[in-house]
């Protein structure tokens, strides 16, 4: 089989018809059998295909490389589950009836799915062998993480916004990113001559992105050796891979692109001094009262993947949103500058129009993306961090609330994915109805 089916494998999905979820799992579930059978074997080429997905989302430190990101200190409590009558409560389905909140999210392949109002942990539920206990990869939503902490060096004065990364990291002139400011870099609007491609296994986003992120399959990626290879780790696809785009300006368009995100990571360690595992570790995981140790997925280079590599339970994932719906505050000490949490929702017309530009989210509800957030509505402090195949932390500062979820959803992308929209949507009217007086649901 050629290298661009092994690689298309990773990152396209496997859309299931003609049976339910449940049955589908029965008759393709992973990893059955000791040794596992050769048709139920989850490997480097197919993880991320449903229904391989299923156990190596969570199970992510057995697929690819990883490093831990220890947590410290006494364990933040979440009293709960109080309302697990949540779980009743019925929503749209998305096809013209209503379904129950917890039927609602595994039936659209989440794998768990968590609702806090305040400090209390209201409901929680889990599906497909998840548990409370359980890793998952958080992809994307990393972005949103690794912008929290970058705030911190915006806040000691030790990076400027308006500069370009070529000021910190001068391995990159004549890169991509030397004629944009580390704003844009932030927003996405970097205009770049590379696109972000899940399904095209001919573009170079699969047959040399992301091999060396360590998270795709090619014959002989592994073996690549560092001096026999241009491109070994991602720091080095963004200085040699990516190109200025000519025909766009920094700052006009609003164009999702993962290596945005990899240059922010580069960024913190090389003005903080230290591994971007350690930074966060330090600055983050230890001040949260995590319950559980984090994983960070590593790229071919063994540098960790700014750009999807975090694995937490779903309820770390949650005391996270909790700390940023807090403006960065969590258990009285301040985590993150109040300032730079506030800086995500700070969205001016530009921002918006950039938004509005992309013709990929024209159905979507996204009013802009900011700091490597999505903003659904700024003046309500509503916005969420969101990872492909279904990874959402929701937080609305209006509601004093924040949902966690995790899935394994077939279709890679969030855009026109009624599997994602069907979630959302229940998130959003969930945190309306706790607002209101209880018994009025």
Not at 25 to 36: H, I
Not at 152 to 179: C, H, M, N, T, W
Not at 366 to 392: F, K, P, R
Request: glycine share 8%; proline share 6%.
């Amino acid at each position: 089989m050629k290298h661009a089916v092994h690689a298309a494998l990773l990152l396209t999905a496997i859309v299931v018809t003609g049976t339910s979820l449940a049955a589908n799992e029965a008759a393709n579930a992973p990893m059955q059998g000791v040794p596992p059978s050769r048709t139920s074997q989850v490997t480097m080429a197919n993880y991320s295909s449903y229904p391989m997905s299923l156990w190596a989302f969570r199970n992510a430190g057995a697929v690819l490389n990883t490093v831990v990101v220890p947590r410290e200190g006494d364990i933040r409590r979440l009293p709960g589950p109080l309302r697990p009558e949540i779980g009743e409560w019925l929503f749209p389905d998305g096809k013209g009836g209503k379904i129950g909140f917890d039927a609602l999210f595994e039936t659209n392949y989440a794998d768990g799915v968590l609702v806090v109002q305040g400090g209390r942990l209201l409901h929680e539920a889990y599906f497909h062998q998840f548990n409370e206990r359980s890793h998952h990869i958080w992809f994307s939503m990393t972005k949103s993480l690794v912008s929290a902490v970058f705030g911190l060096l915006v806040d000691q004065g030790k990076v400027a916004l308006d500069a370009s990364p070529v000021k910190y990291i001068p391995e990159l002139k004549g890169s991509g990113f030397e004629r944009v400011t580390i704003q844009q870099v932030l927003d996405h609007s970097s205009a770049i001559d590379f696109k972000e491609n899940y399904t095209d296994p001919d573009s170079d986003f699969l047959r040399f992105y992301a091999p060396a992120l360590n998270m795709a399959w090619l014959p002989g990626a592994a073996d690549v050796q560092p001096d026999n290879a241009e491109i070994y780790g991602v720091q080095d696809f963004l200085v040699h891979f990516v190109k200025p785009d000519p025909a766009l300006a920094p700052g006009a368009a609003f164009d999702y692109n993962s290596t945005n995100a990899d240059v922010l990571g580069w960024l913190i360690a090389r003005i903080s001094g230290q591994p971007l595992q350690d930074f966060i570790q330090h600055n983050l995981w230890a001040r949260l009262g995590a319950e559980h140790d984090a994983l960070l997925a590593v790229d071919r280079a063994l540098v960790p993947v700014a750009t999807g590599g975090m694995n937490t339970t779903l309820r770390d994932a949650a005391r996270f949103g909790m700390m940023i719906r807090d403006r960065g505050e969590f258990a009285g000490e301040q985590v993150i500058p109040a300032q730079w949490v506030d800086a995500t929702l700070a969205v001016d017309d530009r921002l918006k129009a950039n938004m509005g530009a992309n013709p990929k989210y024209g159905e979507e509800p996204w009013s802009a993306y900011h700091n490597m957030w999505w903003i659904l509505d700024a003046g309500a402090g509503e916005y969420c961090a969101v990872g492909i195949h279904g990874q959402v932390i929701y937080i609305n500062r209006g509601a004093d609330t924040v949902m966690a979820w995790f899935s394994s959803q077939p279709v890679a992308s969030a855009a026109r994915n009624p599997e994602f929209r069907a979630k959302l949507n229940a998130a959003r009217e969930l945190a309306v109805s706790l607002t209101r007086k209880p018994g009025n649901k």
